[in-house]
């Protein structure tokens, strides 16, 4: 029996194994989660689209596999990450086949759950001449002044990364328009994957996942002409853990975004579970008054707090245990750091400390640091110490944590988020310490609420 690692307010398959998130759209109100899905074990292998629905981005409805290998079809070593777009009030998706990779079609009626793969398939046949490609895959499709643009992920072989644009004005026939960016191999890895191209307040926003990095990359910048000009740089996600994501634009012209969570644990373990792979929390992306991103989770999560526990402001140096104990968790803490080192907390945390994850901000470094290499005793765990840099602006400090068991979500000032995998295996890893090394720090403001699952009556 596996103790309470299978998160609940985080979305996952019933079984299995998943990855990528892939075709996010809304359709006439409903939101639509695709999934790259192995649905025979919890190792990858296989890829088909699994999918789900949801009103509120929150709670979510399994729905049938929608797009499977056809046995001598483009996409018989599988159905690979892509897009849903709505063209002219068809839902369609665009996705890639293996192997060779090529690109590939599918449309189906108002339900978005039965998918018929267009008959042209493959869209577009393999890399254009003269490119030695590392990848080519994963289309990200827009349209833009009356015509179809993509994206996709590819690199040249001992160059780097690079995404590639395309051109079209019925989906089926591509024009090559050449490079959009082209990375270094010696920075950003040899491949790109998943890219998601956005306008966002006025800019373009580019992301893209380079292997061998399990990272996901971000450029806020322009486009002129036909070639993208990045201005700042960042990551995603610092905790390692957080990879391929994919961003849309829902009716309410919100850029929303999710990221696969990738297991920080081995190959046995996962197979023994039953299961493999956690999306995010849906993040909403904006750009700050730097021009950098930030990120919130949406509003709707907090349909799913419950219990509410405030936790009493004040100055204090050393650790305070609080008295909520828990592993479904939301927590928000507004702190000022006065004097202290070191300031955040422990949680997962067994009374005698022998499991506990640490979040602590190290004020003279002006870095946000998770550590998870004590979160549990369990053979093979994979622990780890991630680090991303912020600096306090303002002097405050507000750090939202979402724990739910196996997964430790961070936001810090919307503009870094950490996320964690663990997996404690005393059944008493479930307490709270506020941390203050080497000085005063302020907490200004603390509230605790317990989270809902997701998976009500409703589903
Ligand atoms: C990213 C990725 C994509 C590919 C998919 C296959 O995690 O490797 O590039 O389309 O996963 O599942």
Redesign the pocket.
């Known amino acids: 029996m596996e103790l309470c690692h299978r998160p609940q307010y985080h979305f996952l398959p019933v079984a299995n194994w998943m990855?990528?998130p892939?075709g996010l759209i809304q359709w006439e109100g409903v939101y639509h989660l695709f999934y790259?899905y192995n649905p025979t074990g919890a190792g990858?292998g296989s890829?088909h689209w699994g999918h789900a629905s949801s009103r509120d981005l929150v709670h979510w409805r399994h729905l049938p596999i929608a797009l499977a290998p056809t046995p001598e079809g483009p996409d018989k070593d599988?159905a690979?990450?892509?897009c849903a777009i709505n063209n002219e009030g068809v839902p369609t998706i665009v996705?890639?086949g293996?192997r060779p990779?090529v690109q590939c079609l599918a449309t189906s009626d108002d339900e978005l759950i039965v998918w018929t793969k267009d008959p042209g398939n493959p869209v577009i046949a393999g890399p254009p001449a003269g490119l030695d490609a590392t990848?080519f895959?994963?289309p990200c499709v827009w349209k833009e002044g009356g015509l179809w643009y993509m994206v996709l992920?590819s690199g040249a072989r001992d160059v780097g990364g690079m995404i590639l644009l395309y051109r079209s004005d019925d989906l089926h026939q591509w024009d090559h328009l050449g490079p959009l960016l082209e990375g270094r191999i010696d920075e950003t890895g040899h491949?790109w994957?998943?890219p998601n191209y956005l306008t966002l307040d006025g800019r373009r926003l580019l992301i893209f996942?380079p292997?061998p990095f399990r990272q996901a990359h971000y450029y806020v910048g322009d486009q002129r002409d036909l070639r993208f000009l990045p201005k700042i740089h960042g990551l995603l996600d610092h905790g390692g853990l957080y990879?391929?994501p994919q961003a849309f634009v829902d009716e309410a012209g919100r850029r929303i975004c999710f990221g696969?969570l990738l297991e920080g644990r081995t190959p046995e373990a996962m197979a023994a579970a039953g299961w493999a792979g956690v999306q995010s929390l849906p993040r909403e992306l904006s750009l700050g008054p730097d021009g950098g991103l930030l990120q919130r989770p949406v509003p709707e999560v907090e349909t799913l707090r419950g219990t509410h526990h405030p936790v009493a402001g004040g100055v204090w140096t050393g650790k305070r245990k609080l008295d909520i104990v828990g592993n479904a968790l939301e927590i928000d803490l507004g702190i000022a750091p006065q004097g202290a080192a070191e300031v955040g907390l422990e949680l997962l945390a067994t009374p005698d400390g022998e499991e506990r994850t640490t979040i602590l901000y190290d004020v003279e470094r002006g870095v946000l640091v998770m550590d998870t290499r004590g979160a549990s005793l369990a053979d093979g765990f994979l622990g780890r110490l991630s680090e991303a840099p912020l600096a306090l602006e303002t002097g405050l400090l507000r750090l939202r944590v979402f724990i739910d068991r196996s997964v430790i979500e961070v936001f810090a000032n919307d503009q870094i988020c950490i996320t964690g995998r663990v997996y404690p295996t005393r059944v008493d890893a479930t307490n709270l310490v506020l941390v203050s090394n080497g000085g005063a720090v302020v907490l200004h403001s603390g509230d605790i609420w317990t989270m809902a699952s997701i998976w009500s009556s409703r589903d």
């Open positions: 990855n990528d892939n790259q990858f890829m599988g690979w990450s892509g996705y890639t293996v990779q990848g895959r994963d992920g491949n994957e998943c996942s292997e990879y391929a696969w």
